[in-house]
């Protein structure tokens, strides 16, 4: 009986792997702030991440949650608007922005696009020191001193900025938010 079912077929060997990906033992919800930053299809990790928060609602201790996400072509964000609108929409408890920017000159015009409040498409490539600024900035308006979760996802070049731009921050304000942890993906 206990070998039932092993006449049928042929017997393969399989190897499997991972899991991949996911920030370890690090409970994003645990902080105040949230900033991510994805290239291209780094965007999966960080709308992962912030689904979650978003799910989480009360049960976390996050109240603003940036999110920059640079792609080649504007065009790329159409069919993502409708998700990072719902993402805004059920945000009650969080601030959430996204800031999307396209690197590359567009064929297509968009004058006509619309985007939510709280979203916003630019030309050229993100200062990331701006938006950890205003990442930091905003979570100790809200009260947080908990700390600021960064996450990258993205090519190299993007999490060597990330991290220069982590690691030179103004060391002050990084005490005084409670911390920056560092995440590349």
């Known amino acids: 009986m206990a070998n039932r079912g092993r006449e049928v077929g042929k017997n393969v ?80 408890l969080a601030r959430l922005r996204v800031s999307v920017f396209y690197t590359r000159a567009s064929k297509g015009s968009f004058q006509g696009m619309y985007l939510p409040p709280g979203m916003t498409l630019a030309p050229g490539r993100p200062k990331t020191a701006k938006f950890l600024d205003d990442a930091i900035t905003s979570t100790q308006s809200g009260g947080g001193a908990t700390g600021v979760f960064v996450g990258v996802c993205g090519p190299p070049a993007l999490a060597r900025d990330v991290a220069g731009v982590v690691r030179t921050f103004d060391i002050y304000r990084k005490r005084m938010v409670g911390g920056i942890e560092l995440h590349e993906e």
């Open 13 to 92: 060997k399989v190897m499997v792997e991972g899991p991949y990906g996911g920030v370890g033992n690090t409970v994003i919800s645990s902080y105040s702030g949230a900033l991510f930053v994805a290239g291209g299809s780094g965007i999966t990790f960080v709308l992962s991440a912030v689904q979650e928060l978003v799910r989480l609602g009360d049960d976390s201790s996050v109240r603003t949650i940036d999110i920059v996400w640079s792609i080649p072509d504007a065009a790329s964000l159409t069919p993502m608007i409708p998700l990072f609108t719902s993402l805004i929409e059920q945000s009650t």
